[in-house]
């Protein structure tokens, strides 16, 4: 579009605009259900990625090690672990922590330690964080071919002192590849849904003023100028339709979010903001491209020599 068509162009897109207002409503309300549902879809996958996300950091690896292992070697061997890449952090846990945390586990457990005689079989270890949970298989082989470990682990069976839920961990990753796939594909299809919907509705209001472009073609003006106020004209619907979408979300974000975090309190979870402020940035670029190219596309039979 040159230069000095972009006023007629925004002059003409304005009039037909609030001319057909029954037409351009209908479009800008497609593009705004439209946008809307991906904008919430994409509320959501962050939502479900921060769901996995705590799922996912509550895997910790416990490393027993033996009574006969000396507080020196307790020591190195922590620091060492600490060392390793990926690692987050190490906690060590005393014999009198591990029985503590057993008596705070169970409601029969005040019995059972005291038929133990004030004697405490619970071997000492490590709860090892990762910054990478999905690495845990790795990181517990890594563990279990040191040979450091292997000298001190509880009762000289280094297999059975690394446990990290192996089936469950291996499910949990999974399933959330599984999640994650599916959100990225649902995602990219609500925005091609989209397309269609708004190329079709842009068609149908070009429909309505083939005459005039036809008359158009005939006193001879370019294709330029024939096309500049129709996609200009689809620009602004599209622009309507993801402004009136952010809006809708941001009443979602400030009155229906606090009420669903209420309600589920036990799950602590919070979407940042720059997931959302991201979240609106995109829906403005897919409808300002959805605007252009269903313009464009839509006026082609129109335009043919």
Not at 80 to 93: A, D, I, R, T
Not at 135 to 152: G, P, Y
Not at 160 to 165: C, D, G, L
Not at 213 to 220: H, N
Request: glycine residues 6%; hydrophobic residues 50%.
């Amino acid at each position: 579009m040159a230069p000095s068509n972009i006023g007629y162009s925004l002059r003409e897109a304005f009039s037909h605009f609030f001319r057909n207002w029954t037409t351009s409503f209908g479009a800008v309300i497609t593009i705004f259900l439209s946008l809307f549902i991906i904008g919430l879809f994409i509320v959501g996958s962050a939502l479900v990625t921060s769901a996995i996300g705590t799922i996912e950091d509550t895997v910790t690896i416990n490393v027993f090690i033996s009574d006969d292992a000396t507080d020196d070697e307790v020591q190195a061997f922590q620091e060492k672990l600490e060392s390793w890449q990926n690692v987050q952090s190490v906690n060590f846990k005393s014999k009198e922590d591990a029985l503590e945390e057993y008596r705070n586990m169970s409601s029969s457990a005040d019995s059972t330690i005291a038929a133990l005689d004030g004697e405490n079989p619970l071997p000492r270890s490590y709860e090892v964080v990762m910054e990478d949970s999905s690495q845990v298989e790795d990181m517990a082989n890594r563990i279990k071919e040191d040979t450091d470990f292997q000298a001190m682990a509880d009762n000289g069976d280094v297999d059975e002192s690394v446990q990290y839920s192996q089936e469950m961990v291996g499910r949990l990753f999974q399933v959330t590849g599984y999640i994650r796939i599916a959100c990225i594909v649902l995602v990219a299809l609500l925005t091609f849904i989209a397309f269609i919907f708004i190329n079709n509705t842009i068609r149908l209001s070009i429909t309505a003023r083939r005459r005039e472009i036809a008359i158009m073609r005939l006193v001879g003006a370019s294709n330029g100028f024939i096309r500049g106020p129709f996609v200009t004209e689809g620009v602004l619907q599209a622009l309507l339709g993801a402004l009136l979408s952010i809006g809708v979300l941001e009443l979602v974000r400030n009155f229906l979010m606090p009420r669903v975090m209420n309600m589920v309190s036990w799950w602590q979870f919070e979407i940042p903001l720059e997931v959302y402020l991201m979240t609106y940035g995109a829906l403005i670029l897919v409808g300002l491209v959805i605007g252009l190219f269903g313009s464009a596309i839509a006026m082609r039979r129109y335009l043919k020599v």
